[in-house]
């Protein structure tokens, strides 16, 4: 999986993801990471890159040729067939990211990502280099990049090799439509509260059903609308029932 980001802040994006397993997953050559500075691309020579809004308003307008001119420095950087390279533009317009769509996204050998700044970017620039608008969530942030690393880190643990053997074996939420379960390490008491008791029963059959009743309480409770596409068995549906009558 390769990763190229068009930003005005290439070292946000370059320490961010070569931090912790994102990190060890570059060092190790099975993602790799490309920044473009779109500063370098301004039309006027002076690293300046935005203008003012045609039609009045507040703020300034990212210009549609530094980023096309971005845009075909990573196009040339790619040897393979660009025809259906995949370009996400990050922004509050896109739709809603999910894990799903990571995992979609995790198929493809090279990803580009643009992020924006100030009031937007040329619409024009948009309709002839974007094929995907995703946004991280309904609110605002300052820029793309932080949209990105969130992308980018979802994406990368989807990609064969990057989690360890231990850290992808964990059943984790949202995978199955359902919140992960509670986890507990040592001490057994820790300041007065102990460990559930059935998690040192060493009975696997009851830990594997406190654990999934846990899930279903936890996904009733905090994200209800997970459930109508959770794979749920008719123990789970009569679980559900028992604990919303009480
Ligand atoms: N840029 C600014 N806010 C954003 C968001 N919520 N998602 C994606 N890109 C953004």
């Known amino acids: 999986m390769n990763f190229y980001v068009m930003t005005l802040f290439p070292e946000m994006i370059e320490q961010g993801m070569n931090t912790s397993i994102t990190g060890r997953a570059i060092a190790k050559g099975l993602l790799s990471l490309e920044t473009v500075n779109i500063r370098d691309y ?12 045609y039609g009045g308003g507040a703020g300034m307008v990212m210009q549609a040729e530094p980023i096309y001119r971005a845009y075909e420095e990573v196009k040339s950087r790619i040897t393979v067939d660009t025809g259906h390279l995949r370009v996400i533009y990050l922004t ?7 894990q799903e769509m990571a ?7 090279n ?31 300052t820029g793309g990049e932080l949209p990105a690393m969130v992308m980018m880190d979802a994406i990368s643990r989807m990609v064969p090799g990057v989690l360890s053997n231990a850290e992808s074996g964990q059943s984790e939420s949202f995978s199955d439509h359902l919140l992960e379960y509670p986890q507990y390490s040592r001490p057994e008491i820790w300041r007065g509260q ?35 596409d959770a794979d749920l068995d008719s123990g789970d549906i009569a679980f559900l029932k028992s604990i919303s009558s009480e």
């Open 92 to 98: 509050p317009q896109g739709r809603v990211f999910h």
């Open 103 to 109: 995992q979609e996204l995790a198929q493809e050998e």
């Open 194 to 228: 102990p460990v559930p008791p059935v998690l040192l029963s060493g009975h696997h059959g009851n830990v594997e059903r406190w654990r999934r009743e846990q899930s279903l309480i936890r996904t009733l409770k905090s994200r209800p609308e997970l459930l109508k």
């Open 42 to 53: 301004s039309v006027a020579g002076n690293g300046r890159i935005d203008d003012y809004p």
């Open 111 to 141: 990803l580009v990502f643009l992020c924006g700044h100030y009031e937007g970017v040329d619409e024009r620039v948009i309709e002839t280099v974007v094929t995907d608008q995703v946004s991280i969530g309904d609110y605002v942030l």
